[in-house]
């Protein structure tokens, strides 16, 4: 693991060259984010069992600095559904100085995921875990809005989905049908308004505003006892949350790991996947582990402001992106903006009916699960259609904590399954040999007590089996062992002990080993190792030539005779030459590889 002490938000980059014109675009799309992120702030802090203002403020606190210390010119951050489960379950079992702590560890961790560098491995989560996830907390969000979407008489909600679902069968006869209404009415709105309009104003602010000017308009929370914001938390201060340091003993902050790395992991997950999907809109490359650090600095300083875990926000991003937001200053103005709201206008906050942002978290939820997938899984791979659904289901029926631990150690298994099946090592001859290269077999002799293995591909503990496998399938056991592994560009601490029990069991019985071609990861854990001394360096080739003639010398041969065949001489030279122009093509391959990455 490498640690690189580098610190280049994008904002820095961007101002020195900044301009008027980019300043009214971005302040246009700034404005218009807020407009859509100041509901969605509120729903999803109240399901996660916080105040609205504390939602208001995660996006206020927490946005404002994603986009100033962050990687990507277009991230907008707030409070997102994929964590209103755990902050819900959080919450629950360690109180708010617990959520606050467990917020701040999460910080640390994502700090810590940066300077080592880990953005780029976080985004290589497999496709299948990742949205088992995010389809698995959409089906959370649905069931944790039975109460404020029906008005049951009932508090607090448990925390399993089995458990709301049981409350809700039980309370049947509280249901409040004005409730219910409003819900519907809200849901119908927020769900169909036109895309054409959502560009200016997004459905749940028509929604958000229509339903509440209803209620105080006809009086309708007095009239219908309908729950609102402020009835259930009171009013807004118009004042700044106040400084204050999460406590807590090595007890608490043991218990706190777990939940604490679910939250590290979720936030990397949607913010890096959140960048990947927006420098496709704007044909940028974000910076991954910068993005990281300013995600895990967002979230050290907001809990001790009173905030929730923020995040990378996809909706609001892509929004950001098509109103022409193209730096991180519209992330600035959407926080700002949202800070002036709060300050001027934060008592009419209280009259926003909570059965309205229930129906936005509905609406929100639902376009999160996408349903047409589970039809889709059918047509993919047994292995990853597994994975998938058993992720998808402890996500739902298990703890999150559980889920997103399992779905990443699928997601490893997984990763080895694929590469061990593309990983070969297979036994060659003169006659079997399918490289054209100059150091083929093709042409020469392979002495009587030789025998060649190639291996292609990562050689490590996924496919060391194999090689015993091959080891076991030969007739006798060779005098001379060749491994050609020139096409080897990686080894592990198990594939080099493979190699090391294979040395010996063969010194042991007076036979040797012989590797061709070693590339340069495996040759330097080999030399790290001191594997390359126990060899002896003599048994370490360039190529399958200079393997053949040691193999000649160890069993006291005399070297292989030159063919005098001009014919034969012509056939060489034109399978170099077609060798040489495919390591060409493949070195450029790689170069090409490289500058993309980079």
Known sequence: MHFELTFRPRLA??????????????????????????????????????????????????GGLIAALGGSSVQIGGPT????????????????????LCTFMAGIMLCLMGLARLGTVIRF??????????????????SSQLKNFFGLAVTPMPVTIVGKLAVFFTHLNTIQWPTVGLALTSLLVVANWPKRFSRYVPGSMVGLV???LLVVVFGLQDKWHLATVGTQFGEISRSLPSFHFPAGDFHLIRALIHPAFTIALL???????????????????????????GQGIANLVGPLFGCIPVTGAAARSIANVRLGGRTPVAGLVHSGLLLLFVLLAAPLISHVP??????????????????????????????????FLATFTLTVLADLTVAVEVGVVLAALLMVKRISETSQITAVDESTETEGSQHSLIGKTVPRGVVVFRVFGAFFFGVVDKLDDELKRAKQEPEVLILRIRKVLAIDATGLQALEDLHAKLRAKGKHLI?????????????????????????????????????????????????????????????????????LSEALDRAGKILKKD
Request: proline share 6%.
């Open 515 to 583: 590797l061709s071609a070693p590339h340069t990861q495996p040759l330097a854990v080999m030399e790290h190792a001191g594997f390359i001394d126990r060899l002896g360096r003599d048994n370490v080739c360039p190529h399958i030539t200079a393997a053949l003639a040691r193999s000649r010398v160890i069993l006291g041969l005399p070297p292989e005779a030159v063919p005098d065949d001009p014919h034969e001489q012509l056939h060489r030279d034109r399978q170099e030459i077609a060798a040489a122009r495919r390591e």
């Open 125 to 142: 989560i497999p496709y299948p875990v990742s949205r088992a996830f995010t389809k698995g907390i959409a089906i959370l969000i649905l």
């Open 267 to 293: 936030v990397a997950m949607q913010a890096l996947l959140c960048a990947v999907v927006t420098d496709g809109m704007i044909d940028e490359r974000h910076d991954s582990n910068q993005e990281l650090m």
């Open 13 to 62: 980059a961007i101002l020195p060259a900044y301009s008027k014109a980019g300043f009214r675009r971005d302040f246009l799309a700034g404005l218009n984010v807020m407009i859509l992120a100041l509901p969605l702030s509120m729903a999803f802090a109240i399901a996660a069992g916080v105040t609205p203002a504390q939602g208001l403020f995660t996006a206020i606190i927490g």
């Open 210 to 212: 229509g339903a509440t």
């Open 81 to 100: 559904g994929a964590f209103v489960i755990i902050t819900y379950s959080v919450l629950q079992a360690f109180g708010l100085n617990g959520l606050y």
């Open 354 to 387: 909570l059965a309205t942002l229930s129906a936005i978290l509905v609406v929100a939820a639902y376009r999160m699960v996408s349903w047409k997938q589970f039809l889709r899984l059918t047509s993919w791979p047994l292995s990853d259609s597994s994975v």
